[in-house]
């Protein structure tokens, strides 16, 4: 009877614990209203990945949603690899969990019956290493999903930082090419 109360729970904090953001820190910019400048040849894709920030909320869906991380980065492939692994340990974990000959009481399993032939220590080994899978593409998709963002939008804007600086320049050095600029010098002699 614990093991549906526990699933019932977890549904229920998971379909109603919808915030709009976790901050522990103040913003001092609101980037929904900043226009910056935008190059031509800049594709909306570039713009939208760009324009993406990973915040504490981020990491709460993180927890929530398998390879959200890698999906908001663009990294479509590694996103649905950690969605499939996170969903495969979590069906081991549930299968173990709603077994009638196993007793879960937290991380501890107990058989039902002792005297029975099922191997304890097979559904430990099994039990234990579902979670360690679920648990390291949690801290996966956060680390290397946060860093290809960074990596990504640092590309992003080394690439037209670049590209507007040599097209300000050529801009610059043409506007003065073919007109006289008046100057005015000093010349001390002693």
Sequence with gaps: MKKHYFTAIFVFFSLFSIAQDIDFYHKYKNDNYLIPQIDSSMSFEEFHLLSENLRMIDMVNAAIVPGYVHFKSGEKKMGYTLLGLRLASYAT?????FNDNIDVNGFELFLKDPNGDQDLIKYKLIYFSAFTLAASTYL???????????????????????????????????????QNIPTLG?????
């Design 140 to 178: 996966f998709d956060w680390i290397k999903g946060s860093y290809l963002l960074k990596h990504k939008q640092e590309e992003i804007r080394y690439k037209f930082a670049l590209k507007m600086s040599l097209e300000s320049y050529s801009s610059f050095s043409y506007s003065f090419k073919n």
């Design 93 to 97: 974990m549930s299968a173990i969990l």
């Design 186 to 190: 000093f010349r001390l002699q002693f």
